[in-house]
Every structure is written in C-alpha cells, then in structure tokens.
C-alpha cells in the first residue's frame, strides 16, 4: 500500500470497552448522537469496533459525498439491510442493488416523475383539507396532540392512496388493518439490522410472530389490489397515459418491461408505503417544532399562504404549491437542522481510496450527515433557524451556504426518486397549518427528545391550537 495512504488501524477511536468494544454505547435510541458526540471526541473520520468487528464512521462530508457518487459501482448500503427487507419479502429500489437496482430505478423514477406527482395533486388536496376538519375539532376542543402521530396519520392516508389506491382515511376514523400492521414492521427491520446475532431464525418471539402475521396480510392486500389495477388498466385505456397510483404508473411501465415480476412491483410498492409513512411525517413534525418557535417565521408562512391561496384553506394546483417558495426554504431549514436520515450505512464491494483513507473491500462505513449540515464551515449561525439563507438574495449577511451538504435525500446516481413528492407533501400540510391555525408548545423544546429508530423523530411534541 501507499506509504501516504492512512489505514483504517491508523485512525483514532473513541474509548470503548472490553470485549464488547462500542457495541453498548451504539446500542441506544440516539445512535446518531452518540456519532456525534464521539466526532467531537476524536475528529470526523474515526474507528469504533463491535464485538470485535471493525467500522468505519466518518462525518467527514467530502468523503461521505464521494461514497454516495460512488453508488452503485464502488458501494453499497450495508448487507445487512437487503438481507433483512428481502427476507421479509421486500425486493425494492430501496434494498436492491446492481443490475436489478437499476431496472428498479428507472421504472420507480418513471412513475415518480414530475408528470404523475402532478396527477396525484388531487389527492393531497383532499388529505390536506381532512386534516383541516381534524384539527380544527381539536382546536375547537382546545386538545393537546401529539404532532408527529397526527402527521403519521396524515401521510399514511396520502401513501396508501397514491401507493394503489386505497383510502385507509386514518384522519376521520381511529385504527385501520393496513396502519396497525404497518407500526409492527418499521420498529422490527431497524431491531433486526441492528442485532448481532440473527435469534428470530431460531426461535421467534411474540413480536417476531406478529411481525410475520402482519407482513403476510400486507402481502396478500398489496397483491390483491395489484390485480384490481391491472383489471382497471385493461378496462380504461385512459389510465394508461395518466395512471392515478403509484401502483398504476409502475404497471404501465411493467408493460413496457415483462421481466419486471409482481413481487418486484409489490416489493416497491412496499418501499414507498414505509418511506412516505415515515420519513415525510417525521420532517413535517421537526418542521412544525421549529415553526412553533418562531412565531416570526410562522407570520410569514401564513402572509405567503393567505397571498398564494386566498380564500381557499389550503392549495386548490400544483401550480399554487410551486409558488410557496418561502414555505420550502422553511422546509429545507428544518431537515438541515433535524435530518430524519442522520446515519447512513455503507459497504465496500471493493478496495477503494478515497482522499488518502484506503477503504478495503467489505469495510462498513457509517456515514453521519448531520454534522456537516450543521458545521459553521458551511453555513454561518449553523445552529440557528434562518429560513431566508434558502432565498436567493434573501439573507445577504450569512457569508457561508452550503446546500451540497444537504444529505436529506441522498445524492449521487442513487438520490431518492420520491424527493419531489415528499416536498410537495410538506408544503401542503405547513401552508394549511400555518394559514387557519395558531400553533403554540404544550412543552418546553428540551423536552422534545429525537429518538432515532429506522428514521429520526421527535417523540414529545405536543402542540395546543388555535383558530386564526
């Protein structure tokens, strides 16, 4: 090897413990900020080991960037991940890697693409104004809610209804078979890749048990509506040049694609019923967090909407969404400052340098996004809420912005195909909230606490509301 080549045994490692090394310390409901906390222990690119077996963890954003753009070639997500979702029967654009991550990409990108986000306008219009009715019996009520449940309910609905159609409707009824099962899965595929030792295979506990009735059922209903979609399809030649579903647009490319197999469809169908439930309501949720904060900021949410959608409650087009500029720039502040997707897990599939660190093949690396996106190197007042520093023009004083550093959904060939969906979702529900609502903290910010399972969310935040 290069003699200015470092080695991973080279690099510092914060203090550990016998035989089980790190393994104890990771071990927690904020494994993003024990990263943290060890990056400023020992630096931005450091070692830790688990029970023996050695990790790479760098917070280095040069270097996360150029792992990220070295996808699918040089690496891929942790082993760990497809072997789980594809024991579960999970065989999507998510997990899937090579050859078949492509064909999964491009079809998935496809029936994601700008036109048909457009054709699915219709139904957040009619979640969003059903959480309007929803929180304004809350409000009228004077009922403390806990935000980041309601906002699970809130993209649910939006989920399964673009996924394949159906409409679960959580917002005006309690509980639903698709929900219920939905919540056993998320927690079990983060216990399951992080377990060093694989027990369910042996013996099977009651969330073990529960977790297979739950993925069974989901199974059966996703295939059972994959049929109706292809009857629907056969029956209206309209539905093929403006698909309604998600579940619709990815047939109509099946078409176009045989080799393309139903339990590939189901598969990604499945994938974006768990990150549209998951990652957007998280990020509407540290979204909301901040708004509460800044009743400035709120004010100007409110004047954008109340210009932007007159006397309606909330965006009537697509067109009024793309107009809510000042509204995504307060998106965008949030998931710099509370990224739902922290930490990101790699593998090497072969011997690679990146700057001078020699990365061997089968090396797992663990990728903190946060950091950079929170460094003062990148953006000045790093730890303040400033919207206006995503408006061009808007805030002249800060002299460092760094949007690369943005890791909330990706980057390089494999950046998340459900960005524009995920955006549009968000600008919906805040313009609504902030227009017809007044929004104040049941309690103190600190006691919101970021609990990081598959994603990160904020569990304690609970809101009063007001009518405007």
Known sequence: MDTSQRNI????????QPIVGHLLQFNSEAKHTVLENWVKEVGDVFRINMLGKPFLVSANPDINLEILKSRPDKFQRFFKINEILTEMGVVGVFNAEGEQWKQHRELTAEALNVKNVRSFFSTLQMMTERLYGRWCAFAKAKKEIDVQKEMVRYTVDITTSIAFGYDVNTLEKEGDVIQ???????????????????????IKSKKDKELDVALKAIEDLVHQFIEEAKARLHDNSELQENPTNFLEALLVEQKKNPDFTDQEVFGNVFTILLAGEDTTSNSISWTLFYLAQHPEVYQKVREEAQQVFGSTRCATSHEQVAELKYTEAVCMEAMRLKPVTPNLYMQAKE???????????????MMQNKVGQTDEAHFTDAD???PERWIANGCPHHTAHSPQMMRAFGAGPRFCPGRNLAIQEMKMAISMICKN??????????EVKEIFTFTM??????????GV
Request: hydrophobic share 45%; glycine share 6%; proline share 12%.
């Open 180 to 202: 219920d099962h939905m919540e056993k899965i998320f927690p079990m595929i983060n216990s399951r890749i992080t377990a060093p030792i694989p027990i369910w295979r042996l």
């Open 437 to 446: 609502f007044d929004l104040e903290l049941a309690v103190k910010p600190e």
């Open 9 to 16: 045994n080279d690099l510092p490692s914060p203090k550990g």
């Open 351 to 365: 011997d690679v340098v990146i700057q001078d660190l020699a990365i061997p093949k089968g090396t797992t690396i």
């Open 384 to 386: 303040q809420f400033i």
């Open 457 to 466: 969310f904020p569990e304690g935040l609970v809101v009063k509301l007001g």
